[in-house]
């Protein structure tokens, strides 16, 4: 059952943007199959009613498509994987001190993202030399890194890596690692309780690393730019070491105010690009070493050549082969291997006119009914616009539909096409925007 539970979540991953899969989905253990229903464990009772509630459903959906039939899932708080997150030999866990852990206090750092699981391809050498010196404190590093790329390409496993490498070395150091939703949730939920100054002083004076991933979810919002700017000036200047993660250079941030900018722009950027044949093929054989799981050379090198979107995506495939043979009693064979990388690679194909919508309301913060209204506000033409070219770039549906769908004539759409493709050969912010929008939705994030 733990092996229909991991490609259980395998799928998940594919549909749940990265930072909540890893708040929320990542702690949850198979516990026990009782009375026909899988009973699966969540830390807290706060994460159980959260996780039922919100994905529940998915969740359900998922184990039936794997199990081929119907599957009931119950839910209890108890033991979550131990080996999915690191154990502190004191028992400490990476919350500052004097905090009562809140809901969404920082995430436990995963036992499996350290830097000797890393596999350092051309692709990321020279990220993986820049975290190592920041965690190492050599003489004359900087004490901040932004670590870029697409998604899946290894932010998360780098940042996490130099927390392990910190802690190991020197275990009194206070590390954080949060992602920038959750620091934007934990600040409203600070202003609501009025315990504001505990979360300017837990930042600011209480951290010695902050590992601060998806930097970009700040896009637009305003008052936690506002805090996070002034919380990095004081870490910035008591000399302490942070990592920020994104899929974006801050300069290409939409609706980002300067003074962040300026403080994001401050880190050493290091970008990891798409590993080569090469590297996907080495990755593969240490996953299947680390797992103890052995497949032909000619699976690994089928799923290296076909899986090439990014690292996640490889791993997926690992995953999905292994998990598929154990449930059907068979070998790992080419055929099998087909059968995976085709669901894996056509699970990213479901954008629609309602998520291309939805992404673009949220990202404007307009409200759908403004977007398919009559208003001609620029705040809702420009975003209406690049919904429109979203809709016609992502899928086969025609003018006339698309133009239907936002309450608008053919020749309107006809227009908001023509503006929007002009302003992104402009190079203007036309094209930024558009440009952040498509990678979301390649990389299904909502
Ligand atoms: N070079 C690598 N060697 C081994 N494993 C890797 C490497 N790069 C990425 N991975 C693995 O790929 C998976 C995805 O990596 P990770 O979560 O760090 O990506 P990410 O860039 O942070 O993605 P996102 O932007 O979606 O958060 C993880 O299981 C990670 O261990």
Redesign the pocket.
């Known amino acids: 059952m733990d092996r229909i539970w991991t490609s259980v979540k395998t799928l998940l991953k594919e549909k749940i ?3 909540s899969y ?1 708040m929320w989905i990542e702690p949850i253990a198979f516990f026990e199959k009782k009375a026909g229903a899988v009973v699966l464990a969540c830390p807290n009772q706060f994460s159980k009613k959260r996780i039922s509630d919100h994905y529940g459903h998915l969740i359900e959906d998922a184990f039936s498509s794997e199990a081929g039939r119907a599957v009931k899932v119950r839910w209890v708080v108890g033991p979550t994987p131990a080996e999915s997150v690191r154990e502190d030999p004191k028992g400490r866990q990476m919350k500052l001190p004097d905090m009562d852990p809140p809901a969404n206090c920082g995430h436990l750092l ?1 036992k ?2 350290t830097f000797d ?5 051309k692709n ?1 050498d020279f990220a ?1 030399s820049a975290a190592l010196s920041l965690a190492a404190r050599n003489q004359g590093n900087q004490n901040a890194l932004y ?1 870029l ?12 890596a130099v927390g392990h490498h910190i802690l190991d070395t020197f275990p009194r150091e206070r590390v954080y690692y949060i992602t920038a939703e959750d620091f934007m949730n934990e600040m409203t939920d600070s202003y609501r309780s009025s315990n504001i100054h505990g979360f300017k002083e837990k930042y600011r004076q209480k951290c010695d690393v902050l590992l601060l ?2 930097v970009h979810f700040l896009s637009g919002k305003n008052g936690t730019q506002e805090e996070l700017s002034n919380t990095l000036e004081s870490l910035m200047n008591a000399n302490k070491k942070i990592i920020y ?3 974006y250079l801050p300069s290409d941030i939409p609706k980002l105010n300067d003074k962040l900018k300026s403080r994001l722009s401050c880190g050493l950027i290091s970008k ?1 690009d798409t ?1 080569d044949y090469k ?1 996907r093929l080495r ?1 593969l054989k ?2 299947a070493a680390t797992s103890k799981y052995t497949i032909s050379d000619e699976v690994c090198q089928y799923l290296a050549s076909e899986l090439t979107e ?3 995506q ?2 997926s495939g690992f995953i999905g082969v292994t998990a598929k043979a154990s449930l059907l009693g068979s070998e790992v064979d080419l055929a099998l291997a087909r059968s995976v990388v085709k669901n894996i690679v056509t699970s990213r194909q479901g954008i629609t006119l309602d998520s291309i919508k939805r992404l673009v309301c949220k990202y404007y913060n307009v409200s759908l009914t403004d977007l398919t209204s009559r208003s001609r506000r620029q705040a809702i033409v420009r975003p209406r616009q690049v919904a429109m070219y979203l809709s016609r770039q992502y899928t086969d549906h025609s003018l006339q539909t698309i133009g239907k769908s936002f309450n608008r004539y053919h020749a309107t759409t006809l227009h908001a096409l023509k503006t929007v493709e002009k302003g992104v050969q402009e190079n203007g912010p036309f094209q930024k925007h558009v440009e952040f929008l498509s990678e979301r939705l390649e ?1 299904g ?1 909502g």
Request: hydrophobic letters at 25%; charged letters at 25%; proline letters at 4%.
């Open positions: 943007p990265g930072h890893r995963r499996d993202f699981q890393f596999v350092v391809g990321s993986y670590l790329s697409k998604t899946g390409m290894g932010k998360s496993h780098l940042s996490q991933e998806d993660s994104s899929c990891i590993p590297t990755i240490r996953t990014d690292v996640r490889l791993k990389n994030k």
